[in-house]
Nanobody, 130 residues
Framework: QSHIVESGGGLVQPGGSLRLSCAASGFTLDDYAVIWFRQAPGKEREGVTCILMNGSGYNADSVKGRFTPSRDKARSTVYLQMTSLKPEDTAVYYC????????????????????????WGSGTLVTVSS
């Protein structure tokens, strides 16, 4: 059965860094665009960053210059490097995989449409607090 697993969440102080991982089972992430979403308590889910199959990355304005997605094709794993973390980055972070031209457009336009994604992980909690 195909699924996605995120890891790497935890507690970090403001200004700190954290790296999240997204790994797939039953399929390879190399064939999919991957979007990282997050949902903070009491707030709607939002897309924060996307990485296409060719490695091109797109970020939401709220994380530009701080978050960087990357791929390790040898491990079929996608990472999200987060730096200069702020308390408002506290959320459950989800990795989602999808493919097709609509997904690519969603990434390039920064709309990060979750309804287009084929696979979702169960999330990993990131808490930014002193």
């Amino acid at each position: 059965q195909s699924h996605i697993v995120e890891s790497g969440g935890g507690l970090v102080q403001p200004g700190g860094s954290l790296r999240l991982s997204c790994a797939a089972s039953g399929f390879t992430l190399d064939d999919y665009a991957v979007i990282w979403f997050r949902q903070a308590p009491g707030k709607e889910r939002e897309g924060v960053t996307c990485i296409l199959m060719n490695g091109s990355g797109y970020n939401a304005d709220s994380v530009k210059g701080r978050f960087t997605p990357s791929r390790d094709k040898a491990r079929s794993t996608v990472y999200l490097q987060m730096t200069s973390l702020k308390p408002e980055d506290t959320a459950v972070y989800y990795c989602a995989a999808g493919r097709g031209s609509a997904v690519q457009a969603s990434c390039m336009l920064g709309t990060f449409r979750g309804s287009l994604m084929d696979y979702w992980g169960s999330g990993t909690l990131v808490t930014v607090s002193s």
